[in-house]
């Protein structure tokens, strides 16, 4: 065999060391890239999850100085909070009687600099006119992404706009070209009802029981309940992290549960689970009532005759006193009762439920940060007062209590929903 000459193996290993000289520093700069982009992803949830915050503080009456506490309180641990790296404004505004713009008279929108010195690098690009279409824009959407006419008419709302300037590891912020590739900003809006605390209508609720029993997430990868990886959301497609959440507590008991806990719960009747509901036993339970029931405002309480897929002919449920069949609740035990109280039964909807219309009800809760009055319950039954098997197919979920939550993932291939809980609900009278 051919001997390579001694001279030849040095220049070899002569030029892997030149090789590796050109392209280290083109890998340290590919790395440096990759976290650079990985911290800004993390902080604009946690500056947009600052800003839902402090909305959801506005709409339950909160002014502007307890807004600022309340952006600042969420990221104070993570996030700088100094008056040079963050500008805040309030938003509160009438929508007109046409919906497609902001009541003048008597200022009806203000946009209010709440926080900051106005030294942010993109302070000088803010736009109100630019902000208030962003915001119609969002109001007079449907669920189906739809603009139908007035829909956004006479509301009344309040919102948060934030930028923040975080300092680039890269040192991008120093070059004048790049400058705004480190300021984040956030907008936040939400309607004012006549009890946003609900934020659904009236004593509505929508079509999902968590047990009792359910406990909150603990750091990716760790505990009996990790938050989920990024690969395990069927949505959203780029879903929130574990850090966003400031003020998530892991492994809590959802009845200890304060506002920003992060529940990821399963599918069934155990311990734990959560369960999709049938309003009544009128109607079938499928897909199709399911999507109808989770469209937003919600239809517990809607009494007009059903109709379409999913509505059967003929006679209303026995006892109801409607001779035809309706969307809203109706007590099991007592058809006459059509309010949903403490104790009450409430059937389980048992049918395949992972169609398009049900993932895109519920895509669209997440998508407009929507708070959600859902069931909490004690036990599931069936109709002679049994536990039932573990399948749930004459399931009947008894209701301990009411509780807001804001969907925020799920994938219904692996039988989850991620949701975080807001407040606990009794303001309907639900005591029989």
């Not at 549960?257 to 339970?285: H, I, K, M, P, Y």
């Not at 499928?286 to 919600?298: M, Q, V, Y």
Request: hydrophobic share 40%; proline share 4%; charged share 15%.
């Amino acid at each position: 065999m051919k001997q390579l000459h001694p001279t030849h193996k040095n220049a070899q290993r002569g030029q892997s060391l030149v090789e590796v000289a050109l392209f280290f520093p083109i890998f340290i700069i590919l790395l440096a890239g990759l976290v650079e982009v990985s911290q800004l992803l993390v902080t604009q949830n946690r500056v947009s999850s600052a800003a839902r915050a402090s909305t959801r503080f506005a709409a339950d009456g909160g002014q502007d100085e307890g807004m600022v506490t309340v952006v600042l309180n969420n990221v104070t641990q993570t996030l700088q909070t100094e008056d040079n790296v963050w500008d805040i404004w309030s938003i509160r505004a009438t929508v007109n009687d046409s919906g497609n713009g902001f009541n003048g008279a008597g200022g009806a929108w203000t946009f209010t600099h709440i926080y900051g010195i106005s030294n942010t690098v993109r302070f000088d690009e803010v736009d109100e006119a630019v902000i208030q279409a962003r915001i119609l824009d969002e109001l007079r959407r449907d669920e189906f992404d739809n603009q139908p006419n007035g829909i956004a008419a006479g509301l009344d709302i309040v919102g948060t706009f934030t930028i923040h300037d975080v300092e680039s590891i890269l040192g991008l912020d120093a070059m004048e070209q790049l400058a705004g590739f480190s300021s984040l900003q956030a907008l936040s809006v939400m309607r004012i009802t006549a009890n946003t605390q609900n934020a659904t209508n009236g004593c509505a609720a929508f079509p999902i029981a968590v047990h009792e029993g359910a406990r909150s997430v603990s750091a990716p990868g760790t505990g009996s309940n990790p938050y989920p990886n990024a690969g395990d959301f069927t949505y959203p497609s780029n879903p929130p992290v574990y850090q966003s959440f400031s003020n998530h507590t892991d492994d809590i008991a959802l009845l200890d549960a304060q506002e920003g806990d992060v529940f990821r719960v399963f599918n069934g009747v155990g311990s734990g689970n959560f369960g999709w509901l049938l309003w009544n036993t009128g109607v079938n339970g499928d897909a199709n009532n399911l999507e109808n029931s989770l469209t937003w405002p919600g239809n517990s309480t809607d009494y007009s005759p059903c109709s379409g897929p999913g509505c059967p002919g003929g006679g209303g449920v026995p006892g109801s006193g409607f001779t035809y069949n309706v969307p809203g609740y109706i007590d099991p035990q007592d058809p006459a009762d059509h309010a949903i109280h403490i104790d009450d039964l409430i059937a389980a909807n048992t049918g395949t439920v992972n169609s398009n219309g049900v993932r895109n009800a519920l895509q669209s809760h997440i998508n407009l940060d929507r708070n959600l009055r859902l069931i909490v319950w004690s036990e599931a039954v069936d109709d002679l007062g049994n536990p039932v098997a573990q399948n749930g197919a004459n399931a009947r979920y008894r209701v301990a209590g009411f509780a807001v939550f804001r969907l925020v993932g799920y994938n219904l291939s692996q039988g989850w929903i991620l949701a975080e809980f807001i407040r606990w609900d009794d303001s309907c009278g639900q005591v029989n």
